[in-house]
């Protein structure tokens, strides 16, 4: 049964660090590209990263250019977004999910399986 968890949300003050973790079980992330989607409270779901398959392919959405670094380590079957210099406008719950291959960031519903979630909130 495949299943994710994240982790790593919590309160952060703005111009504060966090690093999100998602790990998998179930399956093995290799032929997997991972995105990392946000949704805040009254706005649709929206794509903030995502790696390819082959860890080569890095999308960012222009929001988070610069400050949020996405990286997997198949071997642990794990993939983390470290997001730096955290504005207030990064509050939002933050879902990790997964598709066949290629990034599709723009296209939440392209991606087969998420995980639960986990809550950012960053303070001004």
């Known amino acids: 049964q495949l299943h994710f968890v994240e982790s790593g949300g919590g309160l952060v003050q703005a111009g504060g660090s966090l690093r999100l973790s998602c790990a998998a079980s179930?399956?093995?992330?290799?032929?997997?590209?991972i995105g990392w989607f946000r949704q805040a409270p009254g706005k649709a779901r929206e794509g903030v990263s995502c790696?390819?398959?082959?860890?080569?392919?890095?999308d960012y959405a222009d929001s988070v250019k610069g400050r949020f670094t996405i990286s997997r380590d198949n071997a642990k079957n794990m993939v983390y977004l470290q997001m730096n210099s955290l504005k207030p406008e990064d509050t939002a719950v933050y879902y990790c999910?997964?598709?066949?291959?290629?990034?599709?960031?723009?296209?939440?519903?392209?991606?087969?399986?998420w995980g639960q979630g986990t809550q950012v909130t960053v303070s001004s």
């Open positions: 999910a997964v598709r066949r291959f290629a990034c599709a960031l723009t296209r939440p519903a392209a991606y087969d399986y």
């Open positions: 179930g399956f093995t992330l290799n032929s997997y590209a």
């Open positions: 790696i390819g398959s082959s860890g080569v392919t890095r």
